[in-house]
RNA sequence: UAAGUAAGACAAAUGAUCGCGGCCGCGGUGAAGACCGCGGGUGAGGAAAGUCCGGGCUUCACAGGGCAGGAUGCCGGAUAACGUCCGGUGGAGGUGACUCCAAGGCCAGUGCAACAGAAAUAUACCGCCACACAGCUUUGGCUGCGGUGAAAAGUCCGCUCUGCGGAUUUUUCCGAUUAUCUGUCCUUUGGACAGACGAUCUGGUAAGGGUGGAAAGGCAGCUUAAGAGACUACCGUCCGUCCGGUAACGGGCGGAGCCAUGUAAACCCCAUCCGAAGCAAGACCAAACAGAAAGCGACAGGCUUGCCCGGCCUGCUUUCAGGUGGGUCGCUCGACGCGGCUGGCAACAGCCGUGCUAGAUAGAUGAUCAUUCAAGACAUAACCCGGCUUACCGUUUUGCUUACAGG
């Protein structure tokens, strides 16, 4: 990714869910902390309620991919942790895509595009 | 053709766009570690799973001995090894192809065996039979039953103990049944009802008996009062011997009338095997750093496999404070895959040719769109192999069996 890299670090994870403001919905919940650097990190956690390994690695791809192609949208300089609810191990892509950009239009760190 | 059985193979496919991890090449930036761009090629499974066995590898330990502990358990072979595989033996199931088996030893010892049943490792409760006795009799014989009954007395046991409850024995009473007799009724053999009278001891037996996983080999005969391996034939068991087989075992012959249930996935006995921990193993490089206090102490402490003997080492332990938790290797060429030949029934082994087929480190295989179909199950490598077990939508190949039809 571009512009980005990820979050790796238990104690990364745990300084944003202390600090970092939080939204859900239905099949995430998001954590957003500013970092005051240059880029954005991203954290995705999936724990094994969610499903086995399989299903942990889908529903990980499904919002990397989802975030990475709408990378260009979001501001820079913020730490953000995705975490994947029991309800995400059944839908597809673009169910995923739409509730991570609600909450990212919830915390308001995307660019609305007037036009 | 259908059903089945055994052994395999595959695990949605194709295209376009975007994206990710290694590797190779080229180019650029930089002192370097590296970073960036472009191109090429490559990138999860039959179970990658469970982590249940076995081995390689690594570190630690290791003179040695003993005791524990664990695993396996018909025989032979294969293998690096195995609890795996192959071939056989025995047993069980199936018409069959074939499948399944924790398949040493209860004649070493100990334990357990609920319920049911008369009786559970030994039993006479019923039954059958005999002698005697009693009753009746047509002089042939027939019958001799036993109740969650009542009362009294005795014995034993339990409890909340000067009583209560339970079990059992004896006596008396009551009742039912049966044989005989009498009376009444019904059409007869005969039956029904009412009344009268009488009514047990001893021994033999293991054939039969609603139980049970198991009842002192099975079955048939002979014998007998009734019966019984008491005796006999066959089958089974045990012992001996001969033959075949490497062996498990099989077959033949002879003998013993057969002293005795099940359970060893109960303890246990016997035989064989087993040092421990695991890639967060471990090796190297770089960076950083700071010690202090208390306690114990050579009759101590630590390491030695769980324990002991024995052996080795000399400081050790706790608390507080602080630093690092970065990189490289291990890391994929291997008991490897494919093909052929040879040996072997086979598992497998040897030789030749050929191929290189993930190596991440918070962890790479995804997304979108389109088309097709049988509509996509289970499930994501993490040091590597050999197995086992479990999950699974389906597709398909070959051999064989049974049934039906045709030739």
């Known amino acids: 990714m571009k512009f980005s890299e990820s979050l790796k670090k238990n104690h990364q994870f745990q300084f944003v869910y202390r600090n ?3 939204y859900a919905n239905k099949y995430l919940v998001m954590y957003v902390k500013e ?3 240059e880029g954005n990190r991203i954290g995705i956690s999936v724990s094994r309620k969610v499903g086995n390994s ?3 690695h889908r529903v990980t791809r499904l919002v990397r991919e989802s975030y990475r192609l709408h990378e260009a949208i979001f501001n820079s ?3 953000i942790v995705i975490v994947a ?3 995400a191990a059944s839908v597809g892509f ?4 739409s509730a991570l950009l609600h909450l990212a239009k919830l915390h308001q760190i995307i660019k609305v595009y007037i036009y």
């Open 94 to 97: 673009h169910e995923i895509e």
């Open 54 to 56: 399989v299903v942990r």
């Open 77 to 79: 300089g913020l730490d």
């Open 35 to 37: 970092n005051g650097t």
């Open 20 to 22: 970092g403001n939080s």
């Open 85 to 87: 609810r029991k309800n």
